[in-house]
């Protein structure tokens, strides 16, 4: 079993950042990657940013230039640093543990953390 902590969300104006990060435990397999989604109501998830346990990343296309996704293997934990925010970003966040590359969502997900941009 595999447990995905996030926390980081809030209410930011445009052009603000957050910082959200993903604590990881349990059963982690060795080679790894994490990824970050974020869904609005009615849409279907969709991937923001993923990095293997190699530190190769990938991001979407929306996102490239604004957000940096890092991680700490010690501490088996996943940060996504979003910057430049505009109203669009507005959505729940969601972590996952995958163990594909190119990423591909696992099984385990986070519980999801709630990122507002509104003036």
């Known amino acids: 079993q595999v447990q995905l902590a996030e926390s980081g969300g809030g209410l930011v104006q445009p052009g603000g950042s957050l910082r959200l990060s993903c604590a990881a435990s349990?059963?982690?397999?060795?080679?790894?990657?994490m990824g970050w989604y974020r869904q609005t109501p009615g849409k279907q998830r969709e991937l923001v940013a993923a990095?293997?346990?190699?530190?190769?990343?990938n991001y979407a296309d929306s996102v490239k230039g604004r957000f940096t996704i890092s991680r700490e293997n010690a501490k088996n934990t996943v940060v996504l640093q979003m910057n430049s925010l505009k109203p669009e970003d507005t959505a729940v966040y969601y972590c996952?543990?995958?163990?594909?590359?190119?990423?591909?969502?696992?099984?385990?997900w986070g519980q999801g953390t709630q990122v507002t941009v509104s003036s």
């Open positions: 990095i293997n346990s190699g530190g190769n990343t």
């Open positions: 349990g059963s982690i397999p060795r080679i790894n990657a």
């Open positions: 996952n543990l995958g163990t594909a590359w190119p990423f591909r969502a696992g099984a385990y």
